[in-house]
């Protein structure tokens, strides 16, 4: 990396500067402050440094640096016997003026990289050479970095399962091979000078070509798009695509990103179809049916679920909290379960609803408006299910066949066919105290 310049003019500087002293005070004030490392030396022995030099080579101080026995602890030691040999020229008065950028090495032992410009000076009487030097370590680092990123971005290009391709106007003048493979192509080279417009569906090229217009005039990048483009073997292919501004070879062009989603639109319409399917048959069940996710909030509920909760219909929507249904129940006195016990209810119905019950729990809502029987599980990814079904029929029905019952002046009992005990009313225990802890429903006779 080293630059030499030949020149025959020897520079006479002193230590004191020019004669004057207003000149002398100020080219040594502009020496000591300079932001450029300034050395002189001679048989590599330090006879001048500014600060800037010992910052550079992490020296505490110029005076640090002119007590070393020698400057040549400024290279990696598998150079200073160039360097030294170099600098013995210089002292003989070569006329050689030397620019260049080498490795350096700090007082710790950090290698950096140093940009020097060395030539030949009067110094006390005798020759000497002094070198002007910037620490220009993160400059070639940044060089080094952008190489090697080139090396790895087009390898990443080539390598990229997404299609990488740039268009002028539309026409492609860059291709990587899935752009190749997603185009029906069998080389770049066969895609290179194609017109992308033509390759695009019909319905979809005036949005195309207005985005790629917009990209160029506003030097700037657009989001996925899906489209649909025409391969060389007359597939209509779904893909999604960005674009983004670059130079391309001095010309303004589009640099697009584009990926194959046809297999993800087969799956998402399966999975529509899937969902809606779900949906119907759960809209058409007799029974309220609720999903919630696994931290407890609405996910789904169908309509006969929102018919037993109408009185918290304004608030049931997908996303809110379980909890959040609970206490506005209660708090709209709309629970007949939590009357006189409203928080006790509310955390028996969060425990319930994180510890599902294998049975059914009964439930009356609107005062008796609907009872409710409840069986609720959770799913093994975490979330519940809970379906509800309307038995307030039911339970008048038994009411009124109770009441029935009860209003025989003899005792009565009914027995199913399985001879197992169905029913009976007080007057039948009446009649039988010896049956009163054995006589149970379900019973054989």
Known sequence: MRKKHDTADQRKISPSGPETGQSSDFFRLLIETSNQGILVHRDNKALYANAALAKIYGYKSPAEILALESTLVFFPENDRSYRNGQHGKRLRRDGSEVEEISEGLKKNGDVIWVARRSFTIDWEGG????????????????????????????????????????HIDGEF??????????????????????????????????????????????????????????????????????????????????????????????????????????????????????????????????????????????????????????????KRGAIADAKGREEEYIQERLSQHKNPSKGAVIRTYQNGKFIVSMRESRTPDGEYVTVQTDITEQVKTENLLHEAVESIPDGFALYDDDDRLVLFNKNFLRGRPELGETLKLGVRF
């Open 127 to 166: 020759t000497a050479v002094c070198s002007a030097r910037s620490d220009v370590t993160d400059q070639v680092n940044a060089e080094n970095a952008a190489r090697e990123s080139g090396e790895q971005y087009r390898a990443l290009v080539d390598n990229s399962a997404d299609a990488i391709y740039i």
């Open 173 to 330: 003048v860059f291709a990587n091979p899935a752009a190749v493979k997603m185009f029906g192509f069998s080389s770049a080279e066969d895609l290179i000078g194609q017109d992308l417009f033509k390759r695009s569906h019909p319905d979809d090229r005036a949005i195309i070509e207005k985005r790629g217009k917009s990209v160029v005039k506003n030097k700037n990048s657009v989001e996925l798009l899906e489209q649909r483009i025409l391969t060389e073997d007359g597939r209509t292919v779904d893909v999604e695509a960005s674009a983004s501004f670059v130079m391309y070879k001095g010309a303004p062009a589009n640099l697009v990103i584009s990926r194959d989603i046809t297999s993800r639109k087969l799956t998402e319409a399966a999975l529509k179809r899937s969902e809606e399917r779900f949906q119907n048959a759960i809209e058409n069940l007799n029974d309220g049916f609720a999903l919630f996710d696994e931290e407890d909030r609405l996910v789904f509920c169908n309509d006969e679920y929102k018919v037993l909760h109408e009185h918290i219909g304004d608030i049931l929507e997908p996303g809110i909290p379980i909890e959040t249904m609970a206490r506005e129940g209660v």
